[in-house]
T-cell receptor, first 118, second 115 residues
Framework: GAVVSQHPSRVICKSGTSVKIECRSLDFQATTMFWYRQFPKKSLMLMAT?????????EQGVEKDKFLINHASLTLSTLTVTSAHPEDSSFYIC??????????????FGPGTRLTVT | AQSVAQPEDQVNVAEGNPLTVKCTYS??????LFWYVQYPNRGLQFLLKYITGDNLVKGSYGFEAEFNKSQTSFHLKKPSALVSDSALYFC?????????????FGTGTRLLVSP
C-alpha cells in the first residue's frame, strides 16, 4: 500500500522559534497533500492543501504567514510553524491521495508529529 | 456542505461483546463514506469505505459498517470486540466539490474495550 512518513515524530521548541515538519510520500508521487491539526480529544481540522509547484490553499481561519507550506517535489511537502507559541502545540498530521488499481484516489495518512511549544 | 456526526464521545464495551460506533451523515449527492481508526500518537488508519454497491461493507480487523440511506447512517460494527480495538474512531465523508480528495471528519468516538 501507499506509505506516508512524517519527520520528526515529536518536536519541542521554544516560544518564538520556528519549526519545520516534513511529509513524504515514500512509494508514490503526490501532487497534492493535506495538512491537518488535531487538538486534544478533538477531530482533525484541515489546515491547508499543499500543491506541488504552486501556492498552498488555506482553509478559512488558518494564518498563511504563520503556517508556511512548501510542496518542494512530488514526494515532499513541508509545514513550517513560524514564531511558534504555546497555543500552536498540537498534533499535526499530513495525508496524500493515491490511486490503487485504477480506482478513485484514497487518502493515506502520515503517523503525525507532536509539536510542543514551551 | 458535507458533514458527518458522531453522537457518542465514548463507547464502552466488554471484550467478546458486539460493538457499534455510530455515524450519521449529511451530504448532497451520493455519499462517499469512510471509517478510520487512530491509535495513541499515531496517524489514521483506513478501516473501510462505502462508495456504492452492497450496504454492508466489510473492512480491516473484522470491522464492518452498514450504510442506511433512509436513516442517513453509516454505523461501524464488530461482532466480537477485542481489547486491542480500543482506539479513537473517525467517520468521514469525501467532499465531491474538491475532486473527491478532501475528507470531512466527524468529531471522533473513543472506544474502550474492557477485558
Amino acid at each position: 500500500g501507499a506509505v506516508v512518513s512524517q519527520h520528526p515524530s515529536r518536536v519541542i521548541c521554544k516560544s518564538g522559534t520556528s519549526v519545520k515538519i516534513e511529509c513524504r510520500s515514500l512509494d508514490f508521487q503526490a501532487t497534492t497533500m493535506f495538512w491537518y491539526r488535531q487538538f486534544p480529544k478533538k477531530s482533525l481540522m484541515l489546515m491547508a492543501t499543499s500543491n506541488e509547484g504552486s501556492k498552498a490553499t488555506y482553509e478559512q481561519g488558518v494564518e498563511k504567514d504563520k503556517f508556511l507550506i512548501n510542496h518542494a517535489s512530488l514526494t515532499l511537502s513541508t509545514l513550517t510553524v513560524t514564531s511558534a507559541h504555546p497555543e500552536d502545540s498540537s498534533f499535526y498530521i499530513c495525508s496524500a491521495p493515491a490511486r490503487r488499481a485504477g480506482g478513485p484516489p484514497e487518502q493515506y495518512f502520515g503517523p503525525g508529529t507532536r509539536l510542543t511549544v514551551t | 456542505a458535507q458533514s458527518v456526526a458522531q453522537p457518542e464521545d465514548q463507547v464502552n464495551v466488554a471484550e467478546g461483546n458486539p460493538l457499534t460506533v455510530k455515524c450519521t451523515y449529511s451530504v448532497s449527492g451520493n455519499p462517499y463514506l469512510f471509517w478510520y481508526v487512530q491509535y495513541p500518537n499515531r496517524g489514521l488508519q483506513f478501516l473501510l469505505k462505502y462508495i456504492t454497491g452492497d450496504n454492508l461493507v466489510k473492512g480491516s480487523y473484522g470491522f464492518e459498517a452498514e450504510f442506511n440511506k433512509s436513516q442517513t447512517s453509516f454505523h461501524l460494527k464488530k461482532p466480537s470486540a477485542l481489547v486491542s480495538d480500543s482506539a479513537l474512531y473517525f467517520c468521514a465523508v469525501r467532499d465531491p466539490n474538491t475532486g473527491f480528495q478532501k475528507l470531512v471528519f466527524g468529531t471522533g468516538t473513543r472506544l474502550l474495550v474492557s477485558p
